[in-house]
């Protein structure tokens, strides 16, 4: 065993202890310690969907079962590449009443296509004059721009959410962490 697999071994097995299923289905002996993000006592792989990030994350286990409830989890952990703002389960407290089919659109405007960075993010926004606007896979638009040191997405109810940990690196795309759930326009 060399030294990159010793020191990778506590966040293999702390993840093979919360997600057994996850670590059938990821090579997790190739990826560096560094490469690992954690939010809380959760860890994020760069090497896993964005489906089987959010499966195995404590912080999402809400967002988890929506996704499994509205069968979006196939399209999450698809090729992609995909970019979503997920809500914490502290967020998804904000999740008012919904239809299965309302549910899954909620969730869907949280997805947008491509591998979209944070700085890529905050380029966009400065071309175009201090926001940026991107279709979802809803196809309703958010609204993006620079608020003191940090991004706001503003969504089609009047809402805004604040990204709260960016460039989370998925298998088939980005994940970025954001406070609020985004809701599109009635």
């Known amino acids: 065993m060399n030294m990159r697999s010793l020191l990778a071994a506590p966040a293999i097995l702390a993840l093979a202890a919360c997600a057994p ?42 967002l988890a079962e929506l996704v499994e409830r509205t069968d979006l989890g196939a399209t999450l952990d698809g090729a992609g590449p995909l970019t979503i703002f997920a809500p914490s389960d502290a967020a998804l407290t904000d999740l008012p009443p919904h239809t299965d089919e309302a549910l899954r659109r909620t969730l869907a405007y949280h997805v947008i296509e491509g591998r979209i ?10 071309e175009g004059g201090g926001s940026y606007q991107a279709q979802t896979l809803s196809g309703d638009t958010l609204t993006f721009r620079v608020d003191g040191d940090g991004i706001v997405i503003g969504d089609g109810a009047g809402g805004t959410a604040r990204v709260t940990m960016t460039d989370l690196n998925q298998a088939n795309g980005m994940m970025h962490v954001i406070d609020k759930v985004l809701l599109p326009a009635q």
Do not use: H
């Open 117 to 126: 960075d944070a700085g890529e993010l905050a380029a966009r926004i400065v």
């Open 21 to 62: 299923s996850l670590a059938d289905d990821v090579d997790l002996e190739n990826v560096a310690p560094d490469d690992i993000a954690w939010i809380d006592e959760s860890p994020v792989y760069p090497n896993a969907t964005i489906a089987q990030n959010i499966a195995s994350a404590q912080v999402f286990s809400k």
